[in-house]
């Protein structure tokens, strides 16, 4: 259940009212040695593997394309099974339906090499033609499916149209201007790619063409997008329903009903000798009481996905079957490199180290969010390397007045009143006023914070009305190439850069290009960055929070495990019907 505050303080009270009810229902005695209960509310052992969850809401999809988040990415990943999978603990990428893969050309073409025993629930075979089809399908689907971004490393991905689909009020997906790779059409006169990189070298082996290099992509293909669906027809790119679904992952789905959304074992799966659980039913919860009062009672094995309040968060935390996790959603903000002085490097790190992070998570965000002094994650730090210490940006109030004054602003004078755009949310402008608080003190720099409704705010940011913006990213992925690439690419597509300006890789954020056009001087394209290591040192960005997730899951239940992109592997859990509680050892201070 993932974190992240965003109600109002009346509606905060009220729910945390309803909430503190609700825990004083459950065992209180907390420290009382004979009473205190270990685990939040009734713990009822199952006699079979029948595992229920709730995942802070039913499917809404069962299409790998069109999931967008959990449920519907958590029920892809049981009913399908992609190249290769996540280790639910780790996060390495482990064989999927590829068994083994391999690079060449400094990791830009990827090989990966299929199982002969993949089946569909149907029971043909899983070819390297279903995973070429359905990748191409997605990409054609565009903008509709939520993270066709993540093939856009492939050869030719940003060059495809989109079809025209029923939805009145489709976009069509626009063309990469940097890709020359032609277009053909069909005979019914609608585009598709010529030259989609990926390629079925034979039923078994299947080739993937990137433009950048990417060391880690056996990691992203893990990612539910690049699941295969079974096409019955070339030609449709409508959501793939319920009705006579057919998969290929460790669960099939077996029925799909208002409240309840029920998976079975499948029996054509290549591993289903090592999945436990026979049934996974997903149980429908009108908000995060009713799913706290599902799982007090016994009725769900776990909950995740439901929003609490930091309150009843503290409340929760003292029992054993709590669990918390950061989460892979970075709170940051962004600089407008075409305005000055935010164009110089000195005035970004400064403004970055004079913000004290972990006072804004424990005190602004009530200790729900945790402190970010890098990009990523430390579970998902990039192409494994380590950061330096050197380069995390811990506050630092000495360094931070060096670096201004060195850029001409000794103790703030003459620096230009900042304008901080940040969408209309409560508790972004608690954040943002105490960010501004921080900088007028360690800096003696003034901040108007600007507050805009989200189509204003989206306005403002397309023609650059701001100087540094709030922004936020739920990372798809431990891929460090795509996660950074998502975290600045954006920012790239603003009219402030001048398309024909240095796009050779030598310009860097400091580089400006005097092209007088209709009178406006642009900004050329910044060299992509595309490394952790390089974000830190030009600071394009400020890195503020990460989220966090939370869940509660029944000590008999084993495998589901937590983890920074908080994807628990359905395939992993397991029932242990012997479950029997731990007697006291005389050293748990809580008995």
């Known amino acids: 259940m993932k974190q992240v505050p965003s109600i109002g303080r009346r509606t905060q009270t009220i729910v945390a009212g309803l909430l503190l009810v609700m825990l004083s229902m459950a065992p209180t005695a907390c420290f009382v040695d004979e009473s205190y209960h270990p685990y939040y509310g009734e713990v009822v052992l199952r006699s079979s593997q029948e595992f229920r969850w709730i995942d802070g809401g039913l499917p809404q999809t069962f299409d790998p394309a069109f999931a967008a988040a959990p449920p519907d990415t958590d029920l ?21 339906v590829a068994t083994r893969w391999d690079s060449s050309d400094e990791g830009r073409t990827w090989t990966f090499h299929l199982r002969e025993d993949a089946r569909w629930s149907n029971g043909e075979a899983v070819t390297a033609k279903d995973f070429v089809d359905s990748w191409q399908r997605t990409v054609k689907i565009g903008d509709l499916a939520p993270h066709t971004n993540l093939l856009s490393n492939i050869e030719g991905a940003g060059t495809v149209f989109a079809e025209e689909m029923p939805d009145p009020n489709r976009k069509r997906v626009r063309q990469n201007r940097e890709s020359s790779t032609e277009v053909t059409s069909r005979r019914d006169s609608r585009p598709v790619p010529r030259h989609l990189g990926v390629e079925a070298i034979s ?74 659980l026979q049934r996974v039913e997903f149980v429908g919860a009108k908000n995060s009481e009713a799913a706290l009062k599902a799982y007090r009672s016994g009725e769900v094995d776990a909950v995740s996905n439901s929003t609490f309040e930091p309150l009843a968060l503290k409340l929760l935390a003292p029992y054993k079957d709590f669990r918390r996790e950061t989460y892979g ?11 000055e002085p935010f164009d110089d490097v000195r005035v970004r790190e400064a403004l970055a180290i004079a913000i004290d992070r972990d006072r804004l998570s424990q005190d602004e965000m009530g200790g729900a969010t945790e402190p970010a002094k890098k990009f990523l994650p430390e579970a998902m730090s990039g192409s494994k390397v380590v950061v330096a210490k050197a380069e995390v940006l811990e506050k630092d109030v000495e360094r931070a007045q060096k670096l201004l004054a060195e850029a001409g602003f000794p103790d703030g004078d003459g620096f230009p009143m900042v304008k901080l755009l940040i969408n209309r949310n409560e508790q972004q402008r608690l954040v943002a006023q105490s960010i501004a608080s921080m900088w007028r003190s360690v800096l003696n720099i003034e901040t108007e914070v600007i507050i805009k409704p989200w189509d204003e705010y989206e306005a403002a940011i397309r023609v650059g009305e701001y100087d540094i913006v709030r922004r936020g990213i739920v990372m798809q992925t431990t891929d460090e190439l795509t996660n950074i690439r998502a975290l600045f690419q954006q920012d790239l597509q603003s009219p402030k850069f001048d398309a024909t300006g240095d796009t050779d890789g030598s310009a860097n954020s ?82």
Do not use: C
Request: proline content about 8%.
């Open 329 to 339: 959603a970075l709170s940051y903000y962004s600089f407008n490199l075409s305005h």
């Open 76 to 96: 892809v990943r049981a009913l399908f099974e992609g190249l290769t999978d996540y280790d639910p603990r780790t996060l390495a990428p482990v064989p999927g």
């Open 203 to 276: 039923d078994r082996q299947l080739r993937v063409h990137l433009q950048s290099p990417d060391l880690n992509f056996p990691a992203l293909v893990a990612h539910p997008v690049f699941r295969p669906v079974k096409i019955t027809d070339d030609d449709t790119l409508q959501k793939i329903g319920p009705l006579a679904l057919v998969s290929n992952g460790a669960f099939m789905l077996a029925k799909s009903e208002v409240d309840r959304v029920l998976l079975e074992r499948a029996g054509n799966y290549w591993d289903k000798n090592e999945v436990d």
């Open 510 to 591: 400091s580089t400006v290009a005097n092209n007088e056009r209709s009178g406006e001087k642009k900004v050329a394209i910044p060299q992509l960055i595309q490394l952790e290591t390089e974000a830190l040192s030009e600071l394009r960005a400020i890195p503020i929070y990460f989220a966090s997730s939370y869940a509660l899951v029944k000590p008999y239940v084993s495998g589901f495990d937590s983890n920074v992109l908080d994807m628990p592997s359905l395939k992993h859990v397991r029932i242990d019907t012997n479950w029997r509680e731990p007697k006291p050892d005389g050293l748990n201070p809580l008995r």
